[in-house]
């Protein structure tokens, strides 16, 4: 039975071989596994040549520092919205639970609450409201979306309410100190964001969790019928980008040294965006959260550039949105298969058949498996 | 194509499929397929899993074009590019999922057609309506044209589905299993509609898994086996049980039951019970369903599709809730079984649907083997990837598993290898108890035989299997089989006597 000589391995395979574990030497496969790992690194690093030659600012100590404290929240936020993704599902709610935090730190600390107790009760809050959206998919089974959509309407209502006022200042130093002081010259909220980078990331790779998040994203059912609690991880999932979110809550109180109902709107779709451009399929399955994060440094990088080069914000708009859309393409989007298409055309032309060799009217999973599945029941 | 039904070319045959053969990698679906439909006459089209029926039908609805061969509508050669243009030959297939939209009324579904090609010109309500009801009346149904869809019955929807066709001036239509969904009663009514279809001219295609309702309504058959078709009879002069027993093929039997005798059947010792199920039912398609397997036992459960074999799988591994009866592993009743529970029983379910429920297909092999016990490559709450990876190899070289690496997707294997898979999760998980359903589905020839030397090894080393199908050959190899029909168990069967007493096992089936 032929393997197929497929040259057209989809993105969600190409994740699956990551390890380097061949039986015989494959370049072929090698050099697939290295550009679907590297594709967003260098991706990195050419936004980041561009922005050296654009600006002589851009590799100043300054500015490195500055791109990196604003991208540890959007980081954070894009870590735990990996988590959910990953799982075909997405949060909404992860701005409003980000202002909430911000709002709920700031009041705790100007009631002279102790650090640790504001920072264990705005996280602990935030993983209940996670917790709450897992429920709201897993039990009462409404689709993510709306399910989020409604709670972050909800949030931001609370987190007004809460405010009660203008925006509340937070004049706590050791608070401020311990999330946004240096420590060793770095600040505290690059050192934040690395450890949960490193910690999601190892979790991701290493751990049943991880693994059993995958498999829950690649399908559903057959993970279900493989003995992994599909209602309890997704749960965990929901709950998890809660807490990311509270977390990027009291990071951003302590950066602005405030709290404020009205930050962080939108936040949940540039956190979306970051995955998704890090190589997270909305349909489940696919990503990591070290790429999601570089996902987000991109983004990120960019309007540092634009910030430089005195771009006004309008065409700062324009140019994000043609960022997002271009990397989804390259990544996501039909362009592999159109560039394979083309390059299997060129060489031999099929003889019989339509322009794609393999039939395509099967059901949608198999549709975003794509035209690897060429083994059909006849 | 609007022409009558009274036609010069050749004497009321709407559409002729001439010498069709389609084949995707690996699987030849179909060979040489000759079919011929005469204008009103209803012409059924049966066959196993995998015979190639759904192919054929994907080929005259315009789905797929056949490698070779080729169709003629009146005489006529056509090309389809696509399923409009069968569509306008006036070839209609009616699929199982049914095209109504449900958000529309009866009249516009009816009239969509038309609807559609008066762009600009106001649409006339009152005469769309009208000619909806017309063309009901002319199939006997005096549904009410404003209802919506979706609150109609699935019976009610397939009407109009009819009715569309016949408004597009449909002269041949394919139903594919129109029946599986329908409850008993509703299909009289579908029968009486397609009776008077068929006094208009209409010609039509009638697929079904159902054999009394071929024999009910069905003026002439087609039956394909294995891609070929193994014959084209006129109802009239055939006995009953020989559609099935051309469906199944004797040749298939012959092979089997050599394979049996070599088989290590003999020399296995059957041991004590290891799974129960006493009076198990569902409550909507399975009832009452007692049987029992033992150590180093393999028990066949027959039946054709829709006898309830895959509702019986899912239930005894707790992936379906039971509504009666009790479920004993290892002698103990269980109580609320769920795939969880099950696993750690040591039962171990092979869905046919291996792509939407054995494997996913983005991961990789190791990851898919590894799945269902990562307690045991865990270590402090750490998956051990070298530990995955060493006993992932092992197993799959066992089971000769063919793939460049154990890192390659599961997506990008064949259906015997996929299989393969799925076998080394439940060894990685050391199940005790396998269920299989409809093991070798999809699958070509020689993987076949492997698959079936797998289950054999399984079993002789002490674990025991229940393998479910619709094939013959998989039945007879089996110590001991139970014959299951619309959702009940009908007959039980030693290995002895279905050698013996083959007949009887047909007749079972059908």
Redesign the interface.
């Known amino acids: ?4 000589q ?1 040259t057209r ?2 993105k ?13 030497v ?1 370049w072929r ?1 090698f050099a697939r ?1 290295l550009g679907a790992r590297s594709y967003i690194l260098l991706l990195l690093i050419l936004v980041m040549v561009i922005g050296g030659m654009l600006s002589p600012f851009f590799f100043t100590g300054r500015n490195i520092q500055n791109i990196l404290v604003t991208g540890s929240t959007v980081s954070v936020l894009a870590i735990g919205q990996f988590a959910v993704i990953v799982t075909a599902g997405i949060d909404l709610s992860v701005g409003a639970i980000l202002a909430l935090g911000t709002v709920v730190t700031a009041l705790l600390l100007e009631h002279g609450q102790s650090t640790l107790v504001t920072i264990v009760v705005c996280l602990a809050l935030s993983a209940i409201v996670g917790l709450l959206n897992g429920a709201l998919v897993v039990y009462a089974r409404i689709t993510p979306f709306i399910a989020t959509l409604g709670t972050m309407t909800l949030l931001t209502g609370v987190a007004y309410i809460v405010q009660s006022g203008t925006q509340i200042n937070i004049t706590d130093q050791g608070f401020l100190n311990a999330i946004a002081g240096d420590t060793f010259g770095v600040s505290n909220l690059i050192l934040i964001f690395l450890v949960v980078t490193i910690v999601s990331a190892l979790v991701a790779q ?3 969790y991880g ?2 998040l ?2 829950i994203g ?2 559903a ?9 599909v209602k309890r991880d997704l749960l965990l999932a929901y709950a998890f980008s809660g807490l990311m979110a509270g977390l990027a809550g009291v990071m951003l109180a302590a950066e602005l040294q405030q709290g404020s109902s009205l930050v962080g709107q939108g936040d949940e779709l540039t956190a979306i965006a970051a995955a998704v451009v890090g190589g997270a399929s909305l349909f489940g ?2 990503g990591s959260p070290l790429t999601s994060v570089a996902g987000g440094f991109v983004i990120g990088i960019i309007t540092n550039i634009m910030n430089l080069l005195g771009i006004a914000s309008q065409p700062q708009l324009i140019t994000q949105g043609l960022v997002i859309l271009i990397a989804l393409y390259l990544t996501s989007g039909d362009c592999p298969r159109l560039v394979a298409a083309i390059g299997a055309r060129i060489p031999h032309r099929r003889s ?3 322009p794609d060799g393999a ?1 395509s ?1 099967d ?1 949608p ?2 549709a975003a ?1 794509g035209p ?7 | 194509m609007s022409s009558p039904v009274t036609d010069t070319a050749g004497a009321g045959v709407v559409l002729e499929a001439i010498k069709i053969s ?1 084949s ?7 060979s040489n397929i000759d079919l011929s439909l005469q204008a009103g006459r209803i012409h059924a089209l049966v066959g196993l ?2 015979a ?1 029926k ?2 054929l039908v ?1 080929i005259l609805s315009g ?3 056949p ?1 070779s061969g080729e169709l003629r509508v009146r005489g006529t050669h056509v090309n389809f590019h696509g399923p409009r243009d069968a569509v306008a030959a006036g070839l209609v297939t009616i699929h199982q999922e049914l095209s109504v939209l449900p958000n529309l009324s009866v009249a516009e579904n009816v009239m969509l057609a038309a609807i559609a090609r008066s762009e600009i010109r106001p649409i006339s309500w009152t005469r769309i309506r009208a000619t909806a009801r017309s063309v009901l009346a002319r199939l006997g149904s005096d549904l009410d044209v404003r209802l919506k869809a979706r609150d109609l019955s699935v019976a009610q929807q397939q009407v109009v589905e009819l009715a569309k066709a016949l408004q597009g001036k449909a002269s041949a239509i394919l139903l594919d299993e129109p029946t599986a969904t329908l409850p008993q009663r509703d299909v009289d009514i579908l029968f009486t509609v397609m009776r008077r279809l068929r006094s208009q001219g209409t010609a039509m295609v009638y697929i079904s898994h159902r054999m009394e309702e071929i024999y009910e309504i069905a003026d002439s058959v087609s039956v394909l086996r294995d ?1 070929h078709l193994a014959g084209t009879y006129a109802m009239a002069d055939l006995p009953a049980g020989r559609i099935v027993k051309e469906m199944i093929g004797t040749t298939e039997v012959d092979e089997a039951a050599t394979q049996v005798d070599t088989g290590p059947s003999q020399q296995r010792t059957i041991g004590e019970p290891v799974l129960e199920a006493a009076r198990v039912g569902d409550g909507k398609t399975i009832f009452d369903i007692s049987l029992t397997l033992h150590r180093g036992e393999m028990l066949a459960v027959a039946g054709l599709v829709g006898s309830g074999q895959g509702e019986l799988s899912k239930c005894l ?1 707790g ?1 379906r809730k039971i509504s009666g009866g009790t479920l004993r592993v290892n002698g103990r009743a269980i109580k609320r079984l769920t ?2 529970r ?3 029983l040591g039962v171990g ?1 092979l ?1 046919a649907d291996r ?10 092999i ?2 898919n083997t590894t ?2 016990n ?2 045991r490559y ?1 270590r402090f ?3 051990q ?1 070298r530990d995955e ?1 060493r006993e992932t ?1 092992r197993i799959t070289s066992e089971l000769r598993l ?16 996929q299989q393969k898979v799925v076998v080394a ?1 439940w060894l990685v ?1 050391q199940s005790r108890i396998l269920i299989f359903e409809e093991p070798t ?2 699958i ?1 020839v ?2 076949k035989q492997e698959i079936y030397g797998l289950i054999h090894d399984f079993v002789a080393r002490g674990g025991s299997a229940i393998v479910l199908s619709s094939e013959l050959s998989e039945v007879m190899m089996c110590d001991r089989a139970i014959v299951l029909a619309k959702g009940r168990v009908v007959g039980e069967l030693g290995h002895e006597e279905m050698i013996s007493d083959r007949n009887r096992l047909l007749e079972m089936f059908a």
């Open positions: 039975m032929a393997l197929g497929d391995t989809p969600s395979a190409r994740r699956a071989a990551n390890d380097g574990d061949t039986m015989s494959d496969g596994r290493f751990t049943p693994r059993q995958y498999a690649g399908n059912e057959a993970a279900r019928l493989s003995g992994i609690a399955g696919t019989a058949g339509g039939p009217d059901a999973k198999s498996t690897v599945e060429r083994l059909r029941e006849p | 389609k995707y990698p690996g699987v030849r679906a179909l899993n995998g190639g759904s192919t994907k789905v797929e074009r490698d891609g591994f992936a795939p969880r099950a696993i750690r379910l869905p792509k939407y429920e054995g494997l996913i297909l983005g991961m990789s190791r990851d799945l269902a990562h307690r865990s709450g750490i998956l990837n990876s190899k063919k793939a460049y690496s154990i890192a390659q997707a599961a997506g990008t294997l064949s259906g015997g290898n999760k998980a589905r999809g070509d020689h993987a």
